[in-house]
């Protein structure tokens, strides 16, 4: 069974950062990507970082290219969204889930993404 536990999260001043972490059970990164995502109020969930298959290939949305690391702890079978330099648009609930790894995962496809965590709160305050 696939399961995804997350943590962290929480409130942050502009500029600071917050760790989230995905715990998964079911499956391995070599075959899944564990992607991080982001919803607010009235908007689409939209696709943050993602990090799966063999080779960990790591991709990440424009709006947070270096400023957000995904990384992962095989032996923890977590994945980690480090979130640096946040800004008060950041703001959201972020969710990690997990789909089969294919040809297109750069897009982080909603569709493809089949199991999802509970959610955690980020807030950062200008």
């Known amino acids: 069974e696939v399961q995804l536990v997350q943590s962290g999260g929480g409130l942050v001043q502009a500029g600071g950062s917050l760790t989230l972490s995905c715990t998964y059970s079911?499956?391995?990164?070599?075959?899944?990507?564990v992607g991080w995502f982001r919803q607010v109020p009235g908007k689409e969930r939209e696709g943050v970082s993602c990090?799966?298959?063999?080779?960990?290939?790591?991709y990440y949305a424009d709006s947070v290219k270096g400023r957000f690391t995904i990384s992962s702890d095989n032996t923890k079978n977590t994945v980690y969204l480090q979130m640096n330099s946040l800004k008060p648009e950041d703001t959201a609930v972020f969710y990690c889930?997990?789909?089969?790894?294919?040809?297109?995962?750069?897009?982080?496809?909603?569709?493809?993404?089949?199991?999802w965590g509970q959610g955690t709160q980020v807030t950062v305050s200008s």
């Open positions: 990090i799966g298959g063999s080779a960990r290939q790591r």
């Open positions: 889930a997990a789909g089969i790894v294919s040809v297109t995962m750069d897009l982080m496809p909603l569709r493809e993404y089949h199991y």
């Open positions: 079911g499956f391995t990164l070599d075959d899944y990507a």
